[in-house]
């Protein structure tokens, strides 16, 4: 094997730096979200997905529209429904997310859904990809102790919102692989 010259000895220390210095964010990003919610290493919308769950079923029935109005924001619809909805049919399903949600909820019997779904936007414009990244929803459906379903529809940034990760660091990794 061909000796590897100076250049390309400092270029690789360089990146090795970068990527531990990618590393060293990532666990100030997931230590900074346990300091702020006390739950460990989860993934933030399995987490907080079970702690709904949790939290309207210990709240009186005329509290949960508290609970509702507190957990709804720009990216992310709240609601309780009678029944299953009907979206259940249609997108990707996601069992990692919704083995987590049972794991958070402690309950292997508790109706978990989750999907990935596309929702309406531009065209991709030669991005279909990307765009479509950007594009999806994950809606995840809980049944709750009085039978009613728990809906949560969120959109945004899936790999911060899902994962816990942040774009730019997934974006940082693949820069420095390729």
Request: charged content about 20%; glycine content about 8%.
């Amino acid at each position: 094997m061909a000796r590897l010259r100076l250049a390309w000895r400092v270029s690789l220390i360089l990146v090795a730096a970068l990527v531990a210095l990618q590393l060293v964010a990532l666990a100030l990003f997931y230590r900074e979200r346990n300091n702020a919610t006390e739950s460990g290493l989860r993934q933030p919308l399995s987490d907080q997905v079970a702690a709904l769950a949790e939290l309207l079923d210990a709240v009186p029935p005329d509290q949960q529209v508290l609970v509702l109005r507190a957990a709804n924001s720009a990216d992310q619809h709240v609601s309780i429904v009678d029944g299953r909805p009907a979206w259940l049919e249609a997108g990707t399903t996601m069992p990692l997310i919704e083995a987590a949600v049972r794991r958070y909820l402690g309950d292997d019997d508790t109706y978990v859904a989750v999907r990935l779904v596309d929702s309406p936007g531009p065209p991709g414009r030669g991005f279909e990809r990307i765009s479509r990244l950007i594009g999806e929803q994950v809606r995840v459906a809980v049944g709750l102790a009085d039978g009613r379903t728990l809906m949560v529809e969120t959109a945004g940034e899936l790999t911060a919102r899902v994962w816990g990760l942040p774009t730019g660091f997934i974006a940082g990794i693949a820069g420095f692989v390729v």
